[in-house]
Each structure stands twice: as C-alpha cells, then as structure tokens.
Nanobody
Framework: QVQLVESGGGLVQAGGSLTLSCATS????????MAWYRQTPGKERELVAR???????DYSESVKGRFTISRDGAKKTVYLQMNSLKPEDTAVYYC????????????WGQGIQVTVSS
C-alpha cells in the first residue's frame, strides 16, 4: 500500500519558518522524483519545488531563495524547509511522487495546511 504522509504544517507568523516532511512507503523512493505543490481555494494546484533522484532542485519564482527542498533516501522522506514565510504562502501543501521515466504510478499525499498570519 502506497502512502505519502505529510507533517509539519500549522500556523506561523509572517517572517517565520516551518519544515514540512513527507514520509513515503510502498514506493521505490530512490527512483521517484519528488515534489511539493500547493493549492488555495478557487485556484489550481501549483508547483512549489521539486527534486530529482540525483538531488537536482527546481523552485517556483515565488519561493526561490526562501524555500529548500531536500530528500533523505534512508528515511524515504522529502522535506520542504520554508523560511521568511509570507501570508501569500498560505495554502494546502501536497507531496507528490513521480517515478518517470522508470514507469509506474504517480501519487499524491493527503495535503497539509500551512497558514501564515500577517
């Protein structure tokens, strides 16, 4: 059974920090590109950050320089360190696993709320 379980969300003041974790099971973590997306009501889910199986990272312009994505193969976990948080970072954050190009299904976590107060 595949599980992507996010944790670490919550309420934080603007300028503060949070670290999201996504613990995976049931997937071949080492062969999955991992990513974080976020979504606010009425808007499409947007890519925040992604990391390849070799550790190459990519960020949306809105979070570049403030967020850091990383992965731990031993723990089969991907992280999103979020610094200098802004109210506009408020969203539900989702973990995403993509086994491309090796084949297989893509999976989403259940999502976790991050709220940044001004």
């Amino acid at each position: 059974q595949v599980q992507l379980v996010e944790s670490g969300g919550g309420l934080v003041q603007a300028g503060g920090s949070l670290t999201l974790s996504c613990a995976t099971s049931g997937i071949e973590f080492s062969l999955n590109r991992m990513a974080w997306y976020r979504q606010t009501p009425g808007k499409e889910r947007e890519l925040v950050a992604r990391i390849t199986i070799t550790g190459i990272t990519d960020y949306s312009e809105s979070v570049k320089g403030r967020f850091t994505i990383s992965r731990d193969g031993a723990k089969k976990t991907v992280y999103l360190q979020m610094n200098s948080l802004k109210p506009e970072d408020t969203a539900v954050y989702y973990c995403y696993a993509d086994p491309s190009p090796y084949g297989g299904s893509r999976y989403w976590g259940q999502g976790i709320q991050v709220t940044v107060s001004s």
